[in-house]
């Protein structure tokens, strides 16, 4: 993970200049002041005389006497003064509050500002702090720190699956050059064995780079999905007749429970063949000989529920949550000797979420066997 050290000084936050935010906060409530007090100066002086003469007339005072014009002297002095205190408090105490607010809005904004620049530089672990300036903030704040989160997590998955693929490609190829030198120096003769060696691992590779393919296809959905009215049934039974011979060889019963009254679902048979055919193959290569995989299907509610359940490995609780993440493996070593590539579920819980289904795993611990329950929806999405 970058760290604030990793950023170099071409990458730290650049120094702001000019007025802040606060700054012209400020400035505008004082102008907003100023008008104000401009404008109740000249209501007062203008509006106010002619109201207190005619409450002299009503009262009997008589015009341009002596009372009247000393109770006009009097009300000007009076409206003067008590009209420059009510402005003057006023302004203080609508700029005290102003310049509370302008700065605590100008602490968030720069907290907002310095995080994007540092995750713009490559730092992801910054976060925002609550500005408790009401709603608005603090979800701008939290959107912001589930932005930059999910940034962190794309950016450790990117430099996993950078390891991953380097070594998932690593072993075949070191496999190719130790034959290649040995046919060189003699040691190995290019006889059927050899040959037979060559092929595997040129397969090897070629499947991985067709796994990869697929789960990038499916996951920014470019996959090709042609829905149609699909059976259950045949949809089921052609994927069992494909691994009917890989099951027999190794010695692991395979049978399905389809009722034929089940509903079709809208999806391409294709792309649910793959999604059966990789979730047959992982089970297979954690079945031992004489064991069962047997997978069911019935309908509830509105969705069709597709279940393939084996006797075999099983999956301990904590490695549940991540069987469909990309290049995840309960056990790293032993799966690569068995040949997966470690993205068969990740394709297959691509390809039904892009049927508009879910893919789940359940597990009672190791030695119980697995299941894997996909729901489809039955009617044709609008």
Not at 29 to 47: C, E, F, I, Y
Not at 163 to 175: F, G, K, N
């Amino acid at each position: 993970m970058i760290t604030r050290k990793d950023l170099s000084p071409q990458q730290a936050p650049p120094t702001r200049r000019g007025l802040g935010i606060g700054v012209r906060l400020l400035t505008a409530q004082t102008l907003v002041l100023v008008a104000g007090a401009v404008t109740s100066w000249a209501v007062a002086v203008t509006v106010g005389p002619a109201l207190f003469r005619e409450h002299l007339r009503r009262a009997g005072v008589p015009p341009m006497s002596e009372e009247q014009i000393h109770a006009e002297q009097a009300y000007r002095s009076a409206t003067a003064i008590s009209l420059s205190v009510a402005i003057g408090a006023a302004a203080l105490c609508a700029l005290a509050v102003t310049w509370y607010l302008s700065r605590r809005l100008q602490r968030s904004v720069t907290a907002v500002s310095t995080a994007a620049t540092e995750v713009s530089s490559g730092y992801y672990a910054a976060r925002v702090p609550p500005a408790h300036l009401g709603d608005d903030f603090d979800a701008l704040a939290t959107a912001f720190n589930d932005m930059a989160a999910r940034l962190e997590s794309a950016e450790s998955m990117r430099r996993r699956l950078l390891a991953d693929l380097a070594h998932e490609i690593r072993t075949p190829v070191a496999v190719l050059e130790a034959f290649m030198e040995a046919l060189e120096d003699g040691v190995e003769s290019l006889d059927d064995h050899t040959i037979a060696m060559l092929r595997d691992q040129t397969r090897r590779l070629a499947r991985f780079s067709d796994d990869v393919s697929a789960l990038s296809d499916a996951e920014t959905h470019r996959a090709a999905i042609k829905p149609t009215w699909t059976r259950p049934e045949v949809l089921v039974r052609s994927a069992i007749a494909a691994h009917e011979d890989r099951y027999d060889a190794k010695a692991v019963k395979l049978s399905a429970d389809i009722p034929e009254n089940l509903p079709s679902v809208w999806a391409d048979p294709e792309r649910m063949g793959q999604v059966l055919s990789n979730l047959l193959d992982n089970a297979l290569r954690h079945s031992p000989p004489h064991s069962t995989v047997h997978v069911r299907a019935h309908e509830k509610g509105d969705r069709l529920v597709l279940m393939l359940s084996d006797t075999g490995d099983g999956v301990a609780a904590e490695h549940l949550p991540y069987l469909f993440e990309r290049f995840y493996r309960v056990d790293a070593a032993r799966d690569r000797a068995h040949g997966g590539s470690g993205i068969g579920l990740s394709i297959a819980k691509a390809l039904v979420e892009a049927h508009g289904g879910q893919i789940t795993a359940s597990s009672d611990g190791l030695g119980h066997g697995t299941t894997f329950v996909i729901t489809l929806p039955v009617h044709r999405p609008k």
